[in-house]
Each structure stands twice: as C-alpha cells, then as structure tokens.
C-alpha cells in the first residue's frame, strides 16, 4: 500500500474506502479494500486511535516493519467524519496528501456549514464565502447541468436516511478555472442541542484536478445549454415540496432576494394554490407573481414552471423567470381588481 493516501470515511457500520489518492471510490468496505494486505489489522487498529483521539499518529507494524500514518478529517463541530492512511517503508516518504474538505447538510433546515478546506477544493474564495449558513444553491455550480448532478438535485429533493452518494463533478468555478472534484456524502438522523431530529448529510470533497481551460467535450456542453439562454431570462430548479431554490442554469436572477426561498407574496400564493399547482400535474402553468425584493417590497414578475424528472420518479420545478411585458403588468392589475385573488 504505497500507491497513495486512503481516505476512508469512518460514520458508517464499517470503515470504507472512499478514494485512493485523488480517485473517488464508491464506499468500499476497507477489509475488502485491503482483503490480502498483511497490515490490514494494523491499518484497522490505526483507523480506530485516531477516530478515538481526533489526533494523527504514526505507527510501525511488528510484523511487516511498515510505517503506518494517518491523519483525521474533522468538521468544525467536532465530528470525525473520516481518517486518511498511508502504510510504506519507514524510509520513504508518502506522496502529497490531497486535503479533504468537509461539508454539513442539515436538510431539514435547509442550511449547511462548511469549512474553509472545502470552500477552498469547490474554487471559492474563503475570504468572501460564508462558512455557516450556507444554502443548498450556493454549493451547486451554476450554468451547468449533469447526470451527477441531477443525481444528488434528485437526492436533495427525495431526501433520506442511510443513503450514500460518490461521484465526480466537472465544472467551471467561480473563479473561472475547470475543476474535477469528487464527492463522497452519507446522510443520517442526527438528535439537535433542542432535541428534535435532523436529517444530516455530511460530505467531504476532494480536488482532482483544476486548469486552465475545460476539455473540447466540456465546453460544448456548455456551449450548449449557453445556446439556450436568452438575455433577461432566468432559469432556475426548485424543489416542488417547499420551493427551495437548487440551482440556477443561468446567471442568478438579480430581480429579487433568491436567497429567502422562491417564496410569493401571500395573495399570489392562492392564486398558485387554485390553478397553477393543478396545471403543473399535467404540464407547465405560468402567471405574474410577486417575488420578495429588497427592503421588504415586492416585485412582479413573469414565471413559468414545468416539471423536470431528475431521476426516476424525482421530479424538480424548472422555474423561468423574466420582467412582465406591459400588456402581463396591465393584466396582472385587471386581475386583481376584478377576481380579487390579488
């Protein structure tokens, strides 16, 4: 075992391996990861002291008279969501040791915590990126769509327990650069400080690779869902269940506070409630409603909505939002005076 670092998660029933260097593994359990390493004993017992003691160590093995070394990966509340290990000769060196990022999902809050090591492997800037408090949307690359991401849309929206999720994302970061980084979350119910139950993701990234310029077949897919877009239209994904904001395909929308949930004003709710949630069983539906803007005001605006199947059976809101033409403003008004559902 001295091609590169393991990172193996340690929150399941067992250990599992979860890369081999800077390549993604599907939650491998270690005894069959390491099924005829002489070590694998030492390694286990190694695994155990550090998730015991939150501390790395370095360990010779009796047998083999191998260098066993492992460092934890801590998330800011306390909780060891994996170890990384490396076993070799005592006289040569591990290779770089790629730095896992840990991330918590409170899904039933609809906040997460991050730390700096994870903003640092997405490509954000830890100076001007929030650590606490973050939401699903920020950590969901936009102006991109892929069959991994849908996978985990798909797993926010139908969210549970005792799943995991691995994969490898590309995407253009926000500072511009192609990124390839891997994913490894498990979620769980976990008891809060007041009590109640959370369903918790809680996830690590790893950077595989960053350059300059994506790849010939990553920049026409981007070419391509770019060809979609109109100037001053906004497509964005909601989760259908509670209208949470998951990703925007365009630029955000710079109309309304997008951050407060796609909520609606409260007369335009009944007006969603009475005929547009009815439509969009069967297709797309669309109206003028008003958003929350800045300093408590509302602003109207033209949106349409269709459903989206992210995976089987999971379906998302495909939310189209652009500023109403004159004549949707005049209607919209009419409305109100004449039905008063406004």
């Not at 191998?66 to 509340?77: A, F, H, K, L, Q």
């Not at 730095?99 to 918590?104: F, S």
Request: proline content about 8%; overall charge negative; glycine content about 8%.
């Amino acid at each position: 075992m001295t091609q590169g670092w393991l990172l193996v998660e340690t929150l399941g029933g067992q250990p599992a391996v979860v890369a081999q260097g800077r390549q993604m593994k599907n939650f491998v359990p270690l005894a069959g990861f390491l099924r005829r390493n002489p070590n694998l004993s030492a390694i286990q017992t190694a695994i155990t002291e550090t998730v015991a003691s939150g501390q790395p160590l370095s360990s010779i093995t009796p047998k083999t008279h191998r260098v066993i070394r492992t460092e934890p990966v801590v998330m800011s509340d306390g909780r060891i969501h994996a170890v990384q290990v490396w076993c070799g000769p005592p006289d040569t060196e591990p290779p770089e040791r790629p730095i896992p990022g840990p991330l918590l999902w409170d899904l039933t809050a609809g906040e997460a915590t991050g730390t700096v090591q994870y903003l640092i492997n997405a490509g954000m800037d830890p100076a001007t990126e929030p650590t606490e408090g973050r939401t699903f949307i920020d950590d969901v690359p936009s102006r991109s769509l892929n069959h991994d991401e849908a996978k985990v849309l798909a797993q926010a929206v139908d969210a549970a327990p005792d799943r995991t999720y691995c994969a490898t994302w590309n995407f253009i970061d926000k500072q511009g650069q192609f990124r390839r980084v891997g994913f490894a979350v498990r979620t769980a119910m976990e008891t809060m400080a007041d009590g109640s139950d959370h369903l918790i993701a809680r996830a690590m990234n790893l950077v595989d690779s960053v350059q300059s310029t994506p790849p010939p077949t990553e920049r026409l897919a981007e070419r391509i869902l770019g060809g979609l877009a109109e100037p001053g239209v906004y497509r964005l994904l909601v989760d259908l269940n509670n209208w949470t904001p998951l990703k925007w395909l365009d630029e955000p929308c710079p109309y309304f506070v997008w951050r407060a949930g796609a909520q609606l004003h409260p007369e335009d709710q009944k007006l969603y409630s009475a005929r547009m949630a009815d439509e969009l069983l069967t297709g797309s539906t669309s109206a003028v409603l008003r958003m929350p803007g800045e300093d408590g005001a509302w602003v109207p605006l033209h949106v349409s909505i269709s459903r989206m199947e992210l995976d089987a059976g999971v379906y998302a809101g495909l939310v189209t939002l652009r500023l109403p033409t004159g004549d949707e403003l005049a209607e919209f008004h009419r409305t109100a005076t004449t039905d008063g559902v406004h």
